[in-house]
């Protein structure tokens, strides 16, 4: 099930697969471990899918709070350009998948390794249904993820990084969704992928119902003797477009992720890493930055500042049903030490939409 499966109305019009691989040449893949006390696993988001790593996109970061990571921000704030996968696993993995990524880029794309490797690996934290310090996630598994990405329609809940996450203390993980804008004679492409792990129940919002106060029972969360309070996680959103931009403007987008996020009805813990990355895949063959540049110039082509608008609204629109789609999609989840997270009670979600007037035409 997805969100538009439910009796409610979510502003704006989609692309073929309603998924960031919407955005023409952007793939998507999962490694998923389930085994012993393992919840967790490896997402790997190819801007322009494995033959093109190492040729840069526009790109920007945004971060709302800090309580998280997303390695090579550093560089990309400095260039404006990101060359390689995006990887998204869970906390205490972030430097093995880093490595993972060394090794792929080394053995498929060795002129690009012998340069210098940044990786961009983010996480949240899945330790309430993982054995997180275990040493479940390989470098192999970053190898894989990346060798498994593909175009096309894009599972979502219990799957890749996010496979150990929980978001409204229900069962979350991986969302996605997508928009499309006119601009001019040309229609481009607004994709978000989430990996959603945030967010306390009473605060859940759908469509702009708050549903939240009225689900509050069934919260292991709130029981189960651990250490996190309610709110705690992570949530890591990736924005693609084939619309040209500049890298200032990527990061204009990826400011525009929290609105999204708010409309599901968070406040933004403390606790909650919450960092955002958009990219744009168009000025192909721009923003290169390697030791023998042939070019004396380049150029961007780019949209009018002034005509950012719809992008805003795209994003905003997107992030919120890539959120309510990992809810949708996830599936209730046995962890390490038997905790539990139960998902997202849809037929009683259905019967409060009905009683808040839900359906078309509402908000």
């Given at each position: 099930?997805?969100?538009?499966?439910?009796?409610?109305?979510?502003?704006?019009?989609?692309?073929?697969h309603?998924?960031?691989?919407?955005?023409?040449?952007?793939?998507?893949?999962?490694?998923?471990?389930?085994?012993?006390?393992?919840?967790?696993?490896?997402?790997?988001?190819?801007?322009?899918?494995?033959?093109?790593?190492?040729?840069?996109?526009?790109?920007?970061?945004?971060?709302?709070?800090?309580n998280?990571?997303?390695?090579?921000?550093?560089?990309?704030?400095?260039?404006?350009?990101?060359?390689?996968?995006?990887?998204?696993?869970?906390?205490?993995?972030?430097?093995?998948?880093?490595?993972?990524?060394i090794?792929?880029?080394?053995?498929?794309?060795?002129?690009?390794?012998a340069?210098?490797?940044?990786?961009?690996?983010?996480?949240?934290?899945d330790?309430?249904?993982?054995?997180?310090?275990?040493?479940?996630?390989?470098?192999?598994?970053?190898?894989?993820?990346?060798?498994?990405?593909?175009?096309?329609?894009?599972?979502?809940?219990?799957?890749?990084?996010?496979?150990?996450?929980?978001?409204?203390?229900?069962?979350?993980?991986?969302?996605?969704?997508?928009?499309?804008?006119?601009?001019?004679?040309?229609?481009?492409?607004?994709?978000?992928?989430?990996?959603?792990?945030?967010?306390?129940?009473?605060?859940?919002?759908?469509?702009?119902?708050?549903?939240?106060?009225?689900?509050?029972?069934?919260?292991?969360?709130?029981?189960?003797?651990?250490?996190?309070?309610?709110?705690?996680?992570?949530?890591?959103?990736?924005?693609?477009?084939?619309?040209?931009?500049?890298?200032?403007?990527?990061?204009?987008?990826?400011?525009?992720?929290?609105?999204?996020?708010?409309r599901?009805?968070?406040?933004?813990?403390?606790?909650?890493?919450?960092?955002?990355?958009?990219?744009?895949?168009?000025?192909?063959?721009?923003?290169?930055?390697?030791?023998?540049?042939?070019?004396?110039?380049?150029?961007?082509?780019f949209?009018?500042?002034?005509?950012?608008?719809?992008?805003?609204?795209?994003?905003?629109?997107?992030?919120?049903?890539?959120?309510?789609?990992?809810?949708?999609?996830?599936?209730?989840?046995?962890?390490?030490?038997?905790?539990?997270?139960?998902?997202?009670?849809?037929?009683?979600?259905?019967?409060?939409l009905?009683?808040?007037?839900?359906?078309?035409?509402?908000?």
């Amino acid at each position: 099930m997805r969100a538009r499966d439910l009796p409610l109305t979510l502003d704006g019009r989609h692309g073929r697969h309603n998924a960031i691989t919407d955005v023409p040449g952007v793939e998507v893949g999962y490694v998923t471990l389930t085994e012993a006390d393992a919840r967790t696993g490896v997402t790997a988001i190819l801007p322009r899918g494995r033959q093109k790593v190492g040729l840069p996109c526009a790109a920007g970061t945004h971060s709302l709070n800090g309580n998280g990571e997303m390695t090579g921000v550093t560089w990309i704030e400095e260039s404006g350009a990101l060359s390689l996968p995006v990887m998204i696993t869970n906390t205490h993995a972030v430097g093995t998948v880093h490595r993972g990524v060394i090794d792929w880029v080394a053995a498929r794309h060795p002129g690009l390794a012998a340069q210098w490797l940044l990786p961009v690996v983010a996480e949240t934290w899945d330790g309430y249904l993982n054995d997180i310090n275990g040493p479940h996630v390989r470098p192999e598994h970053a190898a894989q993820a990346i060798e498994a990405a593909a175009t096309g329609p894009v599972a979502e809940g219990n799957v890749g990084g996010g496979t150990g996450m929980n978001c409204y203390s229900y069962k979350g993980g991986s969302g996605t969704a997508s928009r499309l804008v006119g601009h001019g004679p040309d229609t481009y492409t607004v994709g978000v992928f989430a990996q959603a792990n945030f967010g306390s129940r009473h605060e859940l919002t759908v469509a702009g119902h708050r549903v939240g106060p009225s689900l509050l029972d069934d919260d292991p969360m709130s029981t189960t003797d651990w250490f996190a309070p309610s709110g705690a996680g992570s949530v890591i959103v990736v924005v693609a477009t084939d619309a040209p931009l500049l890298p200032g403007q990527c990061k204009a987008l990826a400011r525009r992720v929290p609105m999204g996020l708010a409309r599901t009805g968070t406040t933004g813990s403390h606790f909650s890493g919450d960092i955002f990355l958009a990219f744009s895949t168009a000025n192909e063959g721009a923003l290169t930055s390697g030791f023998t540049v042939d070019d004396d110039y380049q150029s961007l082509r780019f949209v009018p500042w002034g005509r950012m608008d719809p992008f805003y609204t795209a994003v905003v629109q997107a992030v919120e049903e890539a959120v309510l789609n990992a809810l949708t999609g996830a599936e209730e989840m046995i962890g390490r030490n038997g905790h539990r997270s139960p998902a997202l009670p849809i037929g009683r979600l259905i019967e409060l939409l009905a009683q808040d007037g839900a359906g078309a035409g509402s908000r």
